[in-house]
């Protein structure tokens, strides 16, 4: 009996050490099997994160590669538009030009003879050339330039949607928003303009209305100071009128001749410098003596350009609306001048030749 009892003990003993024994081992396979899976996960989330930056790189390349082609389309577009005016040989004395605007008139300046003309007296959208308008009612005024104006909401462009490099809440002086308007075209800065003026933008519009009718722009209407709305409508005859007009405040002369200006606007977290460049590269061109200018483009406009300009020693007035590309101005504009000086130094030289004899 006690050989039997002792037996049992043994057994039972023998039994529980294998349970006993074998717990560490289990808790350290799945210790193991947990490390294992720690570091798979983080693989994953390594090789996740690699594959994000790798895409974000091939992304930024692209756009910087897309930007890079952009630039060099763009620099061939300009290339090819002005082709034509390297050759004086081209410009021959020739009543066509081959002009890309629809409407096209050179006025001398001086006598008012018209030098270049075509479809003078169509009435169409004008786009942003409405800009020289708002320019010249807002000095009428003789409002303080100084006076510090803040873009609202109600000088957002609710027309065409088109976007602003001004900030809502953004306060500048009458003089900066003149500036933008006349140099980058900026319409926020053309509405505020409108919207300060003693009586809101109604009375400021009739200010334009009236004054058209004072410069007997007999087939010209505004409706709004920035040109975004189509029914905003002049000829090429009135808008050398236009011109001429702008010519005379010194003020305007100064900024829509200028190439780029750098201003202050506040920015997300703080305030930046921004440069807003001219929109006639012309301006930037030393061959070109500008006294005035003003771009503009909706679609139902096309893209138009108008200056004051001394070619040949002649000051005269160009006029191009609704030209079928946005380079398409610029080369109408370098045609014109290429031919001015051709069939001046052609004048001169027929002059000297009979003086010879």
């Known amino acids: 009996m006690h050989r039997i009892l002792l037996l049992t003990i043994t057994l039972l003993a023998f039994l529980a050490m294998p349970v006993s024994g074998l717990a560490p081992s289990a808790e350290a396979a799945t210790g ?30 692209s756009a910087a590669k897309k930007k890079r082609g952009y630039m060099a389309a763009r620099k061939a577009a300009m290339q090819r538009q002005n082709q034509s005016v390297l050759n004086a040989e081209d410009y021959k004395a020739s009543a066509d030009l081959n002009l890309r605007s629809a409407s096209a008139l050179v006025l001398d300046q001086y006598t008012g003879e018209s030098i270049y003309s075509k479809n003078v007296e169509v009435e169409t959208p004008i ?3 409405t800009k020289l308008m708002t320019a010249i009612v807002t000095l009428d005024a003789n409002l303080a330039l ?3 104006i803040t873009v609202s909401d109600e000088d957002v462009d609710r027309i065409k949607g088109t976007r602003s490099r ?13 500036h933008l308007a006349l140099i980058a075209s900026e319409n926020r800065a053309a509405a505020a303009l409108s919207r300060s003026y003693p009586g809101g933008r109604e009375a400021f519009v009739e200010a334009m209305n009236r004054k058209a009718r004072a410069l007997s722009m007999q087939h ?14 002049s000829t090429a005859a009135d808008l050398a009128k236009l011109v ?26 703080r305030m930046q410098q921004l ?37 040949a020693e002649r000051k005269v007035i160009i006029v191009l609306l609704d030209s079928w590309g946005k380079y398409s101005r610029i080369g109408d504009a370098n045609r014109i001048r290429k031919w001015m000086e051709y069939n001046a130094s052609d004048r001169v030289a027929r002059k000297a030749g009979r003086e010879d004899v």
């Open 32 to 61: 193991k099997a947990n490390a294992s899976n720690s570091a798979g996960i983080k693989k994953k989330v390594r090789a996740k994160n690699r594959h994000k930056i790798k895409a974000s790189t091939k992304k930024r390349l």
């Open 146 to 148: 100084g006076e510090e």
């Open 244 to 269: 001429d007009a702008a010519y005379r405040y010194p003020l305007i002369r100064h900024i829509s001749t200028t190439g780029s200006y750098e201003l202050a606007v506040p920015g997300k977290r």
């Open 220 to 233: 010209t209407h505004f409706v709004d100071g920035t040109g975004l709305s189509s029914s905003n409508r």
């Open 127 to 129: 786009a942003s050339i």
């Open 166 to 178: 001004l900030r809502l809440g953004t306060t500048l002086s009458r003089e900066d928003l003149m």
């Open 275 to 311: 440069v807003f460049n001219n929109t006639n590269p012309l301006t930037k061109w030393e061959k070109w003596d500008i006294g005035v200018s003003k771009t503009g483009y909706i679609s139902e406009a096309g893209h138009c350009l108008v200056m004051q300009a001394k070619i």
